[in-house]
Structures are given as structure tokens and as C-alpha cells.
């Protein structure tokens, strides 16, 4: 068992890696550009630079910011004493992975086509295992339990040919595997991450389904467990205006991602709002570790705060390249 | 000047001309009436369908937009793999009305249950916003492409029309006319002839 002090090294590593974050100057010169070129012409002067020059096609960012997580992450592998840790940010993309696969598979069998192209290396299981297991329906070697959830998505499918029960049941795996990593690890701080995450999950699945007019048992199989706010508490959040939730749920810290949800006039603004304050209040859980020489939960912090920053590189890279406002490009933008 | 017909200088010819002289006077009264109510059907079927090609664009601009949100907030390959299958049905009836003689096609849209078909876990709320608004805009936009595709058969119809007026004015009644009027010459000239060989026999056999 790893204890905290172990990660003096990792930690030290980590701050020497913040170099390669961007700084809010960065920011300000990518929204300052004219057009994309310029902005990749900006982009091409950070961190990201390296990869951007490997491009073949001109005013490509996609692969780079792909490429430049990928180096994190596997630079975070050689050193982080607990692979939990980056396991867990990791874990999106291999479920990803198996929905583009699975989905794949079941287009295939109705004509379709197969997107292999969609198949993105950031995640934990490479892909060709992935694909060599989907493909075979050889799923014992499956790591993360995902040698019994894989036959149970295809089960489901085959039963209703309802995508939605195979994608309800895949993010229900997501987050019960987060927990289950932190659940084996020292780190209260971890633990901490995830269940805030998972509130924050079921604040912003609240939020769609309302929006989309969903009744309270509809909208239950849509909430994760885990949290720090129970489920019947969020089901029950479905049938009062979003106004009040913020009220209603004034125990819980997650409520501070909801402050100035009064300010809007419909839940379409509204969601654009509460999912940047969504990612913030999550970078506020980890922020207070940042101080700490020792704490493991540096890792999820340096990481998550890379995953942020490449949103906001998106964001503005696919702004500008389609000539958004850059005031609602700013309202988009993530606190790094 | 008319080309004049290749015909034979008769009586019965004449007769056939002059009848299908008056069936091509006719047509042409016909066919620039329907010319006339054509462009007028044309002209206010276009100034409608401006206003509505505007609204529909405007409509969709917004849509891109929302999408364009979505898109710059997801990873695209999470973004493409939610939309990799689709629940929701949509069944297309299709019928012909005619519109002077145009036959313009009706579309009869039946959404299904727009249900939600991806994971709420990779994609942002946007998409739902962006999904919703293509989904309600969809049946004005078939609506806009079956007016439209009558507008462009209607505007075919009159080009076809209006070159089946013009070869009728220029070109047919006036050779019936031109061949009507050799044939005319030509009998008045042969009766002349016959005179005054008549006459000619009738002197020769007086001075006998």
C-alpha cells in the first residue's frame, strides 16, 4: 500500500509538468485570433506545438490535442506510484471505447458500418485488446469487470434493441468502477473527487431530463449512486422548479454549482452555465490539495485540470474555426 | 420571313391548312393563358417561400449554433459516437397535387417519439438543446424542399410552356399563314391560267 509521503517524487514531478500548462495569457492570445490558422499559429507556441507540427493537414487540432493527453498521461504512468489514479481519468475514454465497438457491432449486424475511426487511445485498455475481445466475444480477459458488463450490454441489446439501456448501464459502470478504484486506495481526497463528481453527474442529468420534460420514474434509472446527495433526494428535485434546487440542496456542497442559476430565463442558457460551473466547483474539490507537498490527490488535480484545459483549447479552436462570438466563447470557458 | 410548308398547292390542302391554322390560333390563346396564370402562381409562390426559406434559415442558424456549442465542449469522436444509433423514426408520405396541369409533390411527415437515444455521460447538454431544435425544424424543412422542388417544376413547366407560345407565334402560325397564302396564289394563278387558255380556245375556234 502506497502511503502519502511516497508521492514527494510524483508530486514534484507534477508541478515541474505544470510548465506545460497554459497560462490565462495563452488563453487570451488563442481568443485574440483572427481566424484558426492564427489561433493554431498561437497554439503552436505552447506545449501543444510539438504535436500540431506532426499534423499532415493544415488547421488540424483535433489529433494534437488528443496527442498532448496522451503524453500526460502516459508521462503521469511512469511516475505515479498508484495507477488508480490515473486510471480513474482514464476510465471515460476505455467506456468510450466500448460504446463506439459495441455499437459498431450492433450496426453491423442491422447493415450499418463499423466506425473503428472513433476508437481513441487515451484510455486504459488498448485498443486493439479492446477490439480483439469485442470482436471475438472472447471477454474473460476483460479488465475493470468489463468481462461481465460487455456480454450483459449485448444481452440488453439483443433483448430490446434499446440503445439507451446499453448506454444508461455503461455511465452506471463508469462511475460505480470510480468509486470502486478509490475505494481501494488511502486517499480520502480521491474518494472525496469521485463522490462530488458523481452529485455533480446526477445535478447535470437532472437538469437534461427536466429539461426534456422526463417524470420522476422515468428519470430515476439516469441517476448514479455514490454520492453525497441520495437518489430519492435528486429524483425528487425533478418536480421543482430549478430555482429552488439550489435551497433544497443547501446541506450538500454541491449546491455551490448552482449559485446564479436564478439569472436565467430558460433551462437551454441554463445548461450551458451549470455545466462550466459543473467543471469549476469539480476543480475547486481537488484545488485545496494543490498545497500539499505529499497529497496523491495532486495527480487527479494536474490531470483533471489538463482534461479542462484541453476543453477550453477546444472550445476556442472550434469557436473561432466557425466564427463564434468570442463573448459566448468566454462565457464557455473552464477556470483553469 | 416564314418558311412556307412542303405541301401540294390544292384545294384539300388548303382547307386542311386553314382548319389546323385555327387549332394552332387556338393553342396559342391557351397555352399564354396558362403561361400567364403559371408566372402568376410562380411569382407568389416565390414571394412566400423567401419569407419561409429566410425563417426556416434562421431557425437552422440557431440550431448550428447549439450544435456548434456541443461540439466545442466534446470530444468529437464521444460526439459522433453518441449520434452512431438512432431510436427515433420519422415516415415520409408522399402524393402529387396538380397545379395546372404541374404535378407537385406533398409530403406528409410523421415524427416519431423523439426519445433519447445516446448516454448522458459523454455528451453535453447542448446536444440535447442542438437535437431537439433539428428535430423540431425538420418537418418545415421537408415542407420547404417539397415547395421548393414545385417552384423549380412550376418554373420548368413555364419554360416548356412558354417555348411551345413562342414556337406557335413565330414559327407555326406563321407558316400555316405563308402556305395558306402560296397555296392561295398558286389556285388564283392556276384559275387565271385556265381563263384565259378558255379564252384563248374560244377566240381560236371563233375564227374558224
Same mark, same amino acid.
Not at chain 1, 117 to 125: K, P, Q, V
Given at each position: 500500500m502506497t502511503r502519502s509521503i511516497d508521492y514527494g517524487y510524483a508530486v514534484s514531478r507534477l508541478r515541474a509538468m505544470e510548465n506545460r500548462l497554459l497560462d490565462p495569457g495563452a488563453f487570451q492570445r488563442l481568443l485574440d485570433s483572427e481566424d484558426l490558422p492564427s489561433a493554431i499559429r498561437v497554439l503552436s507556441e505552447t506545449s501543444y506545438g510539438k504535436w500540431i507540427l506532426e499534423q499532415q493537414q493544415e488547421n488540424q487540432f483535433e489529433p494534437a490535442i488528443e496527442a498532448e493527453l496522451q503524453y500526460v498521461y502516459s508521462e503521469a504512468e511512469r511516475f505515479v506510484p498508484d495507477p488508480g489514479l490515473y486510471q480513474l481519468c482514464r476510465l471515460p475514454y476505455d467506456i468510450h471505447n466500448i460504446k463506439v465497438l459495441l455499437k459498431g457491432l450492433f450496426n453491423q449486424k442491422r447493415g450499418g458500418v463499423r466506425r473503428m475511426? %472513433? %476508437?481513441?487511445? %487515451?484510455?486504459?485498455?488498448p485498443v486493439d485488446d479492446l477490439v480483439m475481445a469485442i470482436e471475438s466475444e472472447d471477454y474473460r480477459l476483460m479488465p475493470f469487470g468489463f468481462h461481465r458488463t460487455v456480454p450483459e450490454c449485448v444481452m440488453l441489446w439483443e433483448q430490446a434493441h434499446d440503445i439507451l439501456q446499453v448506454e444508461r448501464l455503461l455511465d452506471e459502470k463508469l462511475f460505480s468502477l470510480q468509486l470502486l478504484i478509490v475505494g481501494v486506495m488511502p486517499f480520502d481526497g480521491a474518494r472525496l473527487f469521485v463522490r462530488h463528481r458523481i452529485d455533480a453527474e446526477n445535478i447535470r442529468n437532472l437538469a437534461r431530463l427536466k429539461r426534456m420534460g422526463y417524470e420522476a420514474a422515468q428519470a430515476a434509472p439516469f441517476f448514479h449512486n455514490g454520492g453525497f446527495v441520495s437518489l430519492d433526494r435528486i429524483v425528487s428535485l425533478i418536480n421543482e422548479p430549478f430555482e429552488g434546487w439550489e435551497r433544497l440542496l443547501a446541506f450538500a456542497d454541491v449546491s455551490k454549482a448552482l449559485s446564479g442559476g436564478q439569472e436565467h430565463a430558460d433551462l437551454d442558457s441554463l445548461l450551458v452555465d451549470l455545466e462550466r460551473s459543473i467543471d469549476d466547483y469539480l476543480t475547486g474539490v481537488l484545488e485545496k490539495f494543490r498545497y500539499s507537498s505529499f497529497a496523491p490527490e495532486n495527480v487527479l488535480y494536474f490531470l483533471w485540470k489538463k482534461e479542462i484545459e484541453a476543453r477550453n483549447v477546444r472550445i476556442i479552436l472550434v469557436g473561432i474555426g466557425n466564427g463564434a462570438d468570442k463573448a459566448v466563447l468566454r462565457r464557455l470557458l473552464r477556470h483553469v | 420571313m416564314a418558311k412556307k410548308l412542303n405541301v401540294n398547292p390544292n384545294r384539300m390542302e388548303l382547307s386542311r391548312l386553314k382548319i389546323r391554322l385555327k387549332v394552332a390560333k387556338r393553342g396559342h390563346k391557351l397555352l399564354k393563358d396558362k403561361q400567364d396564370a403559371l408566372i402568376k402562381a410562380f411569382l407568389q409562390k416565390a414571394r412566400t417561400l423567401k419569407d419561409l426559406r429566410e425563417k426556416i434559415e434562421k431557425e437552422l442558424e440557431e440550431c448550428y449554433r447549439s450544435f456548434l456549442l456541443a461540439r466545442a465542449q466534446t470530444f468529437p469522436a464521444m460526439l459522433e459516437q453518441a449520434l452512431m444509433i438512432t431510436g427515433s423514426g420519422l415516415s415520409l408520405k408522399m402524393s402529387h397535387r396538380n397545379i395546372m396541369s404541374v404535378l407537385v409533390p406533398v409530403f406528409e411527415v410523421e415524427q416519431g417519439d423523439s426519445s433519447l437515444n445516446y448516454g448522458l455521460g459523454t455528451t453535453t447538454g447542448n446536444l440535447d438543446v442542438a437535437l431537439e431544435k433539428f428535430a423540431r425544424l425538420l418537418p418545415d424543412l421537408i415542407f420547404l424542399a417539397a415547395e421548393e422542388k414545385a417552384l423549380r417544376l412550376m418554373a420548368v413547366e413555364i419554360e416548356k410552356t412558354r417555348r411551345r407560345v413562342n414556337a406557335l407565334e413565330h414559327v407555326l402560325i406563321p407558316s400555316f399563314q405563308e402556305t395558306i397564302r402560296y397555296i392561295t396564289m398558286k389556285l388564283d394563278e392556276q384559275e387565271r391560267a385556265n381563263l384565259s387558255r378558255l379564252m384563248r380556245i374560244k377566240e381560236i375556234v371563233r375564227s374558224h
Open positions: 475511426d %472513433l %476508437l481513441t487511445a %487515451l484510455g486504459n485498455i | -
